[in-house]
């Protein structure tokens, strides 16, 4: 319990506070009115968005609506035909800060732990400290007893924590997922939103599509919804599943909207 003192005379008010009253998240990445066109066909269409530092960000939409594609434009791999993408920091961020898993897992024909070991040497991790990171990789995924099996023969959900892992190697700033658990079972879904939950601690931000609102409920911080390559919809996690605004966003969530 603080001592209270009344005979000292009471500290001024303090002057106007330097930080506004709410907290405001610091930006991680915006994209500013991004535009995507292929074949004459405007397939994202004057996107901005601004990415929290930290956090799980859900990205949430029908069949088509340009999840993959932002996802895409995020990691470097397309660019905006018109607009940009301003990081915080480095602009463009550098190659090994971005990490992609795709719901289908990527693997070569060796055994786990030289897929982990080969991840970090393209990463230029020298040799001599690459095999403790794939200690703690595999520690990570629990995949320590799976080390030396090739990694092409193990379970979707097996390989999925390879992928989840493996994205994890060179300790990127933000990880993306482009429906990383669709094709789990429950449990292999829980392991990966092990992971997921896991990195997002660790202080790397993760921009995750899926088309679960359960999944995105347990994990989101915010939700960014989007139909034909538009953002109609954007806000913290519980308000969007409990009160969405957009008649988009209410009829997916009903499970009326389908493209
Ligand atoms: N390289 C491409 N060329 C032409 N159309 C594309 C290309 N990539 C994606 N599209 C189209 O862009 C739209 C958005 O795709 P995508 O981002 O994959 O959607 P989703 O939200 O389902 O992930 C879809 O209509 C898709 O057919
Ligand atoms: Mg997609």
């Given amino acids: 319990m603080p001592s209270v003192e009344p005979t000292r005379k009471p500290a001024p008010p303090p002057a106007a506070p330097p930080v506004p009253a709410v907290a405001v998240r610091q930006v991680a990445v915006t994209l500013d009115r991004v535009t995507f066109e292929r074949g004459g066909k405007r397939l994202l269409d004057d996107l901005t968005l601004s990415l929290t530092r930290g956090g799980i960000t859900a990205l949430m939409g029908p069949n088509g609506a340009g999840k993959s594609l932002t996802l895409r434009l995020l990691a470097g791999l397309i660019t905006p035909t018109q607009g940009r993408i301003v990081w915080d920091g480095d602009s463009p961020i550098p190659a090994r800060d971005v990490a992609l898993v795709f719901q289908k897992p990527v693997l070569f024909r060796r055994t786990v732990r030289a897929n982990l070991d080969h991840a970090l040497s393209i990463y230029g991790v020298p040799r001599r400290l690459r095999s403790a990171r794939v200690d703690e990789l595999l520690e990570i995924g629990q995949l320590r007893g799976l080390a030396d099996r090739p990694a ?68 989101a911080d915010d939700v960014v919804f989007l139909h034909r390559g538009r953002v109609v919809e954007c806000g913290p996690s519980p308000a969007f599943f409990d009160r969405p605004q957009s008649a988009e966003a209410r009829a997916y969530l009903a499970g009326l909207l389908l493209v």
């Fill in 152 to 219: 092409r023969v193990l379970s979707g959900g097996e390989q999925q924590r390879v992928a989840m892992v493996r994205a994890l190697a060179a300790r990127p700033r933000i990880l993306l997922l482009d429906e990383p658990s669709a094709s789990l079972d429950p449990p292999a879904t829980a392991a990966i939103e092990g992971l997921v939950r896991g990195a997002a601690a660790d202080g790397v931000k993760v921009v995750l599509v899926t088309h679960e609102s359960g999944q995105a409920r347990r994990l």
